[in-house]
């Protein structure tokens, strides 16, 4: 069965990071993922939760939005279940690649802004996020208590699903409201997970679509890690 873009079952969206695209932010990015695009921001600041004082530990912690007019219809300026979820999972995400202990008594904090949505704007969120805090703790890098570079590792996001009974990578909306299996998967750079979440959109799934889904969602991370990593300057470190 085609796709409504044309596109092949595993193939993901076009997809650019363009990197510094909030000159005033200490780490920035655009992530556009074929007619999704998101700005992320990260700041780098003095101080941590309460519950983390004296502890010897930093955090990493998001916030998700969607502009009003990033939708067909105007979307109002509140915060809501969906968003708070997806702002938890993107904090998860990025906690998941670091070393608190090196951030100790700093708090890192990623802004996702959606511009336009077209399905997956919580996993191109993730994958801009981790580009925009790589920068920022470059730029701050004289700030980094223990002098040790945080990120132990790099962080990206697909979505995938069932869609007319065939697998498919990073559903566009036109596939996502009409999914039979709705998987959002986060990955590091070398394979491993860090989050899934799957459902069966009023159908059951059996453990080879799972499996399926999972090694689909492999390919699509490997890509966006790679375009992560050209994104970043040279002078980023990457994980090993």
């Known amino acids: 069965m085609p796709r409504p873009d044309g596109r092949r079952a595993d193939q993901m969206r076009p997809v650019r990071i363009r990197p510094g695209y909030v000159r005033k932010a200490d780490g920035s990015c655009l992530i556009e993922l074929g007619g999704t695009r998101v700005i992320c921001t990260a700041a780098v600041a003095t101080g941590v939760p309460k519950f983390l004082e004296g502890k010897g530990s930093g955090w990493i912690t998001a916030e ?71 920068l920022a703790l470059h ?47 986060v990955m590091t750079a070398d394979g491993r997970f860090i989050e899934v979440q799957a459902s069966g959109e009023g159908h059951t799934f059996a453990g080879r679509d799972l499996q399926r889904l999972l090694a689909l969602a492999g390919r699509g991370c490997r890509q966006l890690a790679a375009v992560q990593r050209k994104a970043l300057p040279k002078s980023v470190p990457w994980p090993a």
């Open 139 to 185: 730029r701050k890098r004289t700030q980094l208590p223990t002098g040790e570079w945080p990120l132990v590792g790099a962080a990206a996001a697909t979505s995938v699903g069932v869609v007319d009974g065939q697998a498919r990578l990073d559903l566009a909306y036109a596939e996502d409201h009409v999914a039979e299996v709705d998987m959002n998967v």
């Open 64 to 134: 998700y939005g969607m502009l009003p007019g990033s939708t067909g219809q105007r979307k109002e300026r509140r915060t809501d279940g969906r968003m708070i979820e997806i702002q938890r999972l993107i904090g998860r995400s990025l906690r998941a690649v670091a070393d608190l202990s090196r951030l100790d008594g700093l708090t890192c904090t990623v802004d996702c802004d959606v511009l336009e949505a077209d399905g997956g704007t919580r996993t191109a969120s993730i994958t801009g996020a981790y580009v925009a805090l790589a």
